[in-house]
């Protein structure tokens, strides 16, 4: 060959060199591809290079041919290898991009809960009606005959008083129902005997400190039949009180006085605090008050148009809050009102 053609040559091996080079420490598939264009494409290196071929000999084209062939083959498979290479790499790189973190903490779901006084009123509603007691409802917005005087409350007793009674402003007769005795009138009138009612509730007072809401819950429970008795009643209240604390708790009557009821009694059960040795919570007396209760005054059972000479009751009437402090050992009546999750989701767990 003469020194033009080892100029050629080496200038072959030159380009096959710095392609292999550029190839191999190519960043990504994009400035390959640019690489191959400037190398291998219609106007690349290579190309170029083959111009040269007219001024070689008959015999030394071919040969020449060959090795630009051999050249092109070289710098194809290290293009595809390339190719192969950084394919992988890209795909490495995406997937390490979308990686899911697993040891990210998860977003628990928040499931919601009834509030727990409206968990201890289907309870206590639960246990009654187990027993056979129909539950009822009654208007929050009573009238007067209804939440008064027909539960034998005269008109100058004081729970009538501003100072207790919500009155509704556009009409002197209405009020916020202030318990829920005014269902024991409501069943009988719209009922006949034997009736034995189960009524829970929201009550109002106008009442707000530490131990009292200005609404509340009540439950009342009241039986009417031939010959009842307050040996039934406490029968009903001891079965009730061990369902709901689950455990057999001493109960002890007091009398007093309601004007509903004739004779009156104040229940109250061993403390479940401390079994009745004496605490805090029991004041250190052993008991605590839990509802009212009595036989139904003949009064009542009159204005409700039940003839008592022929029929008797026994009713009571208990409030939720305290029932459900006591059961789960809540120290604070706010709790109920404040609407803390944290609080609210302790009960009934
Ligand atoms: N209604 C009474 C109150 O709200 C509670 C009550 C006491 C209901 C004695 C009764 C009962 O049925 O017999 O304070």
Redesign the pocket.
């Known amino acids: 060959m003469s020194s033009f053609d080892i100029d050629l040559e080496s200038k072959l091996h030159e380009l096959q060199q710095a392609a292999l080079e550029a190839f191999s420490t190519a960043a990504n598939l994009a400035a390959l591809d640019t690489l191959r264009v400037q190398f291998l494409g219609k106007r690349g290196q290579l190309t170029a290079l083959l111009k040269g071929v007219g001024q070689l000999s008959a015999e030394q084209r071919p040969l020449f041919g060959k090795k630009v062939n051999t050249v092109k083959a070289v710098l194809a498979t290290c293009l595809e290898q390339t190719q192969v290479l950084l394919h992988q790499k890209e795909e490495e790189a995406a997937i390490q991009a979308q990686r899911v973190d697993v040891t990210l903490e998860g977003r628990s779901q928040y499931v919601g809960q009834m509030h727990p006084l409206q968990i201890g009123l289907d309870e206590i509603s639960g246990i009654f009606a187990s027993m056979g007691f129909e539950i009822a409802h009654g208007p929050e917005i009573e009238d007067e005959f209804h939440n008064f005087d027909a539960l034998n409350i005269p008109p100058e007793h004081p729970a009538r008083a501003m100072h207790d009674t919500f009155f509704v402003k556009s009409d002197e007769k209405r009020v916020l129902r202030?318990?829920?005795?005014p269902v024991?009138i409501r069943s009988m009138l719209a009922g006949e005997p034997p009736l034995a009612i189960v009524a829970p509730g929201r009550?109002y007072r106008c009442d707000y400190d530490v131990t009292h809401s200005p609404m509340f819950h009540?439950v009342?429970v009241?039986l009417v039949d031939k010959d009842v008795n307050m040996a039934q009643l406490k029968g009903v209240l001891s079965q009730f009180l061990s369902i709901f604390f689950g455990k057999k708790v001493p109960l002890r009557m007091r009398p007093s006085y309601?004007p509903?009821?004739e004779p009156?009694a104040e229940v109250d059960i061993g403390c479940v605090f401390c079994d009745g040795k004496g605490c805090r919570v029991c004041k250190d007396t052993g008991w605590l008050e839990v509802?009212?209760?009595?036989m139904i005054h003949p009064n009542v059972l009159r204005s409700a148009d039940i003839d008592p000479e022929v029929y008797s009751g026994f009713?009571?009437?208990l409030g939720v809050e305290r029932m459900v402090m006591l059961k789960y050992g809540i120290p604070d009546l706010r709790l109920f009102f404040e609407n803390d999750v944290r609080f609210l989701q302790e009960v009934g767990r």
């Open positions: 202030t318990h829920t005795s024991q009550v009540q009342e009241f309601f509903f009821t009156s509802l009212g209760s009595g009713a009571f009437g």
